[in-house]
């Protein structure tokens, strides 16, 4: 599920696993954060109407989502995920 157009332009993003091999089970983003993509991040029903999903599964999304201004290497470390380059 993605987000269209320039909410997510600022962003970089890098795709992730437990090995550093795809395929990516997970994405880390950094960046300026937009006021409608932080608006998503904190509300499911506006995550729902701005990208179609159901309700559920924006609420699921968002209880799987690790928001924060932690340093990203050290969030990777954390979760266990390696860069894959």
Known sequence: MQLSG???ASMW??????DGSEPATH???????RVELAACLDD???LAT???CT???AQ???SQADVSSEDPLAVMARM???AII
């Open 6 to 8: 320039d909410v997510h």
């Open 60 to 62: 699921g999304l968002l």
């Open 44 to 46: 499911a029903q506006t």
């Open 27 to 33: 994405y880390i983003n950094s960046g300026l954060v």
């Open 13 to 18: 993003s890098q795709g992730l696993s437990a």
């Open 80 to 82: 266990g995920m390696q």
């Open 55 to 57: 309700l559920e599964q």
């Open 50 to 52: 701005a990208t179609g």
